[in-house]
């Protein structure tokens, strides 16, 4: 069961982190729990503020005073939802999962933004950087969301991405939840990776049908078996093919899902900078909100 003492969603002020307060507010009202709205004051930075040398208290005081009228004028024609506002200074990253700390929230809520090849290799995103640190789920709400999913205030479809390892049986505990609060249609979704495919071309082309057949029988079984009976008459199972982000994303526009949960794998520094996980590639593909679960180390 999902543990869920507070929602917080972190917030930049921008267009793409209102999006991110709308999905939150849904979800805060649906598990009738606190939503902690946190933004940071990246001091160290050139700051969107206008001012480079300035105390910091009294920038702070101007900052909350400014960032609580325009939360008060974006949850206003959202669900009503109990909310508090925390304002702090230092780097995002630090900052917010200090908030989440303190608050024991069970679900960090954040929109993730667009770089260059070159600047995401070098810097990350705050969102990446959280994607990988934080101990509780991480639900990241892409900036470049299409038109049609910008406005999203609620969730009628979530599916789960199971590849039957330690971090997706979390992400299957946590979608069930998601499922079951937000009434929400439910997808258990596999994919056969490029490579088994290959695979399976290699050790029989002939039987390469019946091998194939076989092998998704299994997984559908397989996945039938992790569904709860409670959760079994609304949920569909689908076994994919292909490179597991482009896979999980065509299958989800095609059936209109609103919401991917998902594994994230503990990899090495140098291997997340250089080949990413299919979560961060499903993120950066921009069509989604991503509820990322790690497995606490």
Not at 94 to 108: D, F, M, P
Not at 145 to 157: A, F, N
Request: glycine letters at 4%; one cysteine or more.
């Amino acid at each position: 069961m999902l543990d869920m003492p507070a929602v917080v969603c972190a917030t930049d002020l921008s267009e793409a982190s209102n999006k991110a307060i709308s999905l939150a507010a849904y979800i805060a009202n649906s598990f009738e729990t606190k939503l902690i709205v946190a933004h940071v004051i990246d001091l160290p930075a050139v700051t969107p503020y206008g001012e480079t040398m300035v105390d910091p208290q009294e920038l702070r005081a101007r900052v909350e005073e400014a960032t609580r009228a325009q939360m008060v004028d974006i949850l206003a024609h959202k669900p009503p939802v109990e909310w508090e506002l925390h304002i702090t200074l230092g780097y995002p990253a630090k900052e917010i999962q200090q908030v989440v700390n303190e608050t024991r929230a069970g679900l960090l809520v954040a929109a993730t933004h667009s770089r260059s090849g070159l600047e995401r290799f070098l810097l990350g995103s705050v969102s990446r950087k959280l994607m990988f640190t934080l101990t509780v789920p991480f639900l990241i709400i892409p900036g470049a969301l299409p038109m049609e999913r910008s406005s999203m205030s609620r969730v009628d479809s979530i599916m789960i991405a199971c590849d039957f390892s330690e971090d997706s049986d979390l992400a299957l505990t946590l979608g069930f939840d998601m499922a079951r609060h937000l009434k929400a249609r439910l997808t258990l979704a596999t994919v056969i990776d490029q490579r088994q495919l290959d695979q399976i071309l290699t050790t029989d082309p002939q039987r390469e049908h019946a091998v194939a057949d076989r092998l998704i029988t299994e997984l559908t079984s397989r996945l039938r078996a992790f569904t709860p009976d409670d959760l079994k008459k609304d949920t569909t199972l689908a076994v994919l093919a292909g490179h597991p982000h482009e896979e999980l994303n065509k299958y989800a526009i095609l059936n209109h899902v609103d919401l991917i949960v998902m594994g994230v794998h503990g990899r090495g520094f140098i291997e997340n900078l250089m080949v990413g996980s299919t979560t961060d590639r499903l993120v950066r593909l921009g069509q989604f909100p991503v509820l990322a679960v790690r497995k606490p180390h």
